[in-house]
């Protein structure tokens, strides 16, 4: 037979997130007719806006014409809609030609560990999105798991901290390393400003490492002062790749849709540019996103189709608001939610999964317990904002049963 791949028996415990499922079905099993309020996992809290429906059913009809028949196209997406992305949201700092439009920011995230190969080095904010450690364990990147350290050790983890504001301390990060980084960060739900991704550029450029950057929330910074793209940062192109997402601003985390940059300025160490690999990624494992994905997308980039995203945006906002003024109301330190849809918190005296256990049971709520994301993690739980207003003012007025 068919050996299995050594590296998927390393994975710990599963993927998070169908271990919380697995959790809450023999919660339900043995509590017939509860009804649980989901604040887990960061799927979107309302349907597509119209003006992307309609321009999903456009898109989709004329693929039944002669004349609006797509089939392979351009690998890294159409270009109007590369040309929209930079238009809307990067002006000035990066060119159409640098994105590449791909499936959502998590296949990619795959795929990039794919263009760097099984001897990159990773270092990750601890906590960090599982993705980003488990398909490096996959690929055979990170060595063995440590159960002492609840670690792999062949892999960084910079600590984001109550004590250092949820900001790693890379310094110990090695040369020539792929650091990944996410701000608004899940799960924290901490932001860096831009003296502090000034330092990590720095950093990168004089370790010789390259950031990739995982930006799906930036479109959730409330802040006009805070930095959405590592671009923002100046030499940022000559270190950083950043990764994002229709998923989260739009609601395509059903549809799929994200773009990559891999800007012409990132080098490898022998001087050759990374887009030139990345595209050979591409073409070789991927092929491109969906025509009429893309389509749909297009049509939000008008004025109205931003100002949809902008009130979906608000209503989530609005919503990571009341949990975290609830929480903190009833006694609980929280952190994030104000710039990201994200509330971190902890229960004293609880490990993250016992924590998770109380929530539900006791508030008939789902959460996200920290440990899933990270050493780090232990002790935390995450409420996500995306829920609907009335399931979020009900969750607010169950949380009182956890005193
Ligand atoms: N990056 C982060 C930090 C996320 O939290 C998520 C999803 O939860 C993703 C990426 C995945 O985005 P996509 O739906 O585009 O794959």
Redesign the pocket.
Known sequence: MVMRNKNLAKLQAGYLFPEITRRKNEFLSANPGVDLISLGI?DTAGPLIPVITDALVKASEAMGTNDGYYGYGDERGIPELRSAIVDTWYKGLIEADDIFVND????D?GRLQVLFGNEAHLAVQDPS?P?YVDSAVILGQTGEYDSGSEGFDEITYMPCTVENEFFPDYTKVPHGSLIFF?SPN?PTGAVANHDQLRDLVSFAKLNKSIIIF?A??SRFIQDSNLPRSIYEIEGAKEVAIE?N???KPFGF?GL?L?WTIVPKELKFEDGSPVAKDYSRIITTIFNGASIIVQKGALAAFTDSGLQQMQDQISLTMENARIIKTALNNLGYSTYGGVNAPYIWTKIEGMNSWEAFDRVMEEANIVCTPGSGFGPSGEGFIRFSAFGKRQSVLEAVVRLKDLM
């Open positions: 960061g959502g920011a998590k296949p995230t999105y993705v996410c899940n995982d799906a929330y990764v997402s229709f998923s985390t799929r994200g």
